[in-house]
């Protein structure tokens, strides 16, 4: 097995395991674990076929991953900024509990 195969094997993992915790879970913060579990899936993707690639010495792999994490950060912060307020609300995090948005 290549190198490359290994890290998109792992890759594939890391997504199935953050794709099932945000579609399986009814907390809304382990729903937020899974979504930050596909997005460094996509970030060691992104690593993977920099280091693979044709040509290793441009920097766009790891332009792409310092991105995302940038993105990954602010979702981050906005879903727990949100979370709080519809626990201030709701007094719950069980996200099948929440039935309307409404003030």
Do not use: C, Q
Not at 82 to 93: E, G
């Amino acid at each position: 097995m290549t190198p490359l195969a290994g890290y998109l094997l792992l890759s594939a993992f890391l997504f199935a395991i953050g794709l099932a915790g945000a579609l399986t879970r009814r907390n809304a913060i382990i729903v937020l674990i899974g979504i930050e579990l596909m997005l460094n899936a996509a970030n060691l993707n992104f690593i993977a076929f920099w280091r693979y690639g044709p040509n290793p010495e441009e920097l766009t792999g790891i332009m792409f991953v310092i991105f995302s994490i940038a993105v990954a950060a602010a979702e981050a912060a906005v879903g727990l900024a949100l979370i709080i307020a519809i626990y201030r609300h709701y007094k719950t995090t069980n996200m099948d509990e929440i039935n309307s948005l409404k003030g």
